[in-house]
C-alpha cells in the first residue's frame, strides 16, 4: 500500500493520554478516511474528509478528533485514550471508486 | 440505520471448488458496491467493485448484484489456499442522511479453503 502511508505502526498508550495517528496519501485523492477495526465489528467509519477543507463525522466518532491539514494529510487525534479505544486504525483514501487503505496502525491502551 | 449484513462464516470449500459469498443491503438506491479481501493482521485489498447497472468478472472472480432482493454476490472459482481471508462487502449508500462519499461494510465472511 505504498500510496497510503499512516504512521505509527504500532503504539502502547496508557488510559488519559494523548497521541495524533498520522495519515498521508500521495495519489492527489480528495476524500480521507479513518476507520476503526475490532474483533467482529467489521470497519466502522470514525470520521472523513470528502475534500480539503472539510471533514464529517462517521459511524463512531465520540472520544476523537480529526484535522485535514492539506490535501495530502489527514490526522486523527484521541484526546484522552480510553481502553475502548484499542483497535486496528485504518486510513483510506479516494478521489472516485474505490477506496484504497493504508496498512494500519494497532493501539492498545492501558 | 443503513446496513451491510454478511455470514460470518467461516466457509469451507475444498480447493478446485466454487466459493459463493454473499451480503445484503438495507438502502435500496445504493449504487455502487465492493468486495475486499483482508488477510489476517493485513489492510483490506479491493478485489472487485461493481456499479448498479451490471455484473463484472475478472479472472477467477465474479460479483453478481440482485437489486431486487438487495444483495450482492462474489463467487471465486477454482478456489485455492491462498483465496483463504476475509472479504468484506462494502456499500455506497445514498437516501436519507447518505453520502456518495461513505462506504458502510459488512462485518466480513471467513473463507478457508482446504488443499
Known amino acids: 500500500n505504498a500510496g497510503v502511508t499512516q504512521t505509527p505502526k504500532f503504539q502502547v498508550l496508557k488510559t488519559g493520554q494523548s497521541m495524533t495517528l498520522q495519515c498521508a496519501q500521495d495519489?492527489?485523492?480528495?476524500?480521507m478516511y479513518w476507520y476503526r477495526q475490532d474483533p467482529g465489528m467489521g470497519l466502522r467509519l470514525i470520521y472523513y474528509?470528502?475534500?480539503?477543507?472539510?471533514?464529517d463525522k462517521g459511524e463512531v466518532p465520540n472520544g476523537y478528533n480529526v484535522s485535514r491539514l492539506n490535501k495530502r494529510e489527514f490526522s486523527l487525534r484521541l484526546e484522552s485514550a480510553a481502553p475502548s479505544q484499542t483497535s486496528v486504525y485504518f486510513c483510506?483514501?479516494?478521489?472516485?471508486?474505490?477506496?484504497?487503505f493504508g496498512d494500519g496502525t494497532r493501539l492498545s491502551i492501558l | 440505520q443503513k446496513e451491510v449484513e454478511q455470514n460470518s462464516g467461516p466457509l469451507s470449500v475444498p480447493e478446485g471448488a466454487i466459493a459463493s459469498l454473499n451480503c445484503t443491503y438495507s438502502?435500496?438506491?445504493?449504487?455502487?458496491f465492493f468486495w475486499y479481501r483482508q488477510y489476517s493482521g493485513k489492510s483490506p485489498e479491493l478485489i472487485m467493485f461493481?456499479?448498479?447497472?451490471g455484473d463484472k468478472e475478472d479472472g477467477r472472480f465474479t460479483a453478481q448484484l440482485n437489486k431486487a432482493s438487495q444483495y450482492v454476490s462474489l463467487l471465486i472459482r477454482d478456489s485455492q489456499p491462498s483465496d483463504s481471508a476475509t472479504y468484506l462487502c462494502?456499500?455506497?449508500?445514498f437516501g436519507s442522511g447518505g453520502s456518495n462519499y461513505k462506504l458502510t461494510f459488512g462485518k466480513g465472511t471467513l473463507l478457508t479453503v482446504n488443499p
Open positions: 483510506a483514501s479516494r478521489i472516485d471508486q474505490p477506496q484504497h
Open positions: 495519489m492527489n485523492h480528495n476524500s
Open positions: 474528509s470528502a475534500s480539503e477543507g472539510t471533514t
Open positions: 438502502d435500496r438506491g445504493s449504487q455502487s
Open positions: 461493481i456499479y448498479s447497472n
Open positions: 462494502a456499500v455506497n449508500m
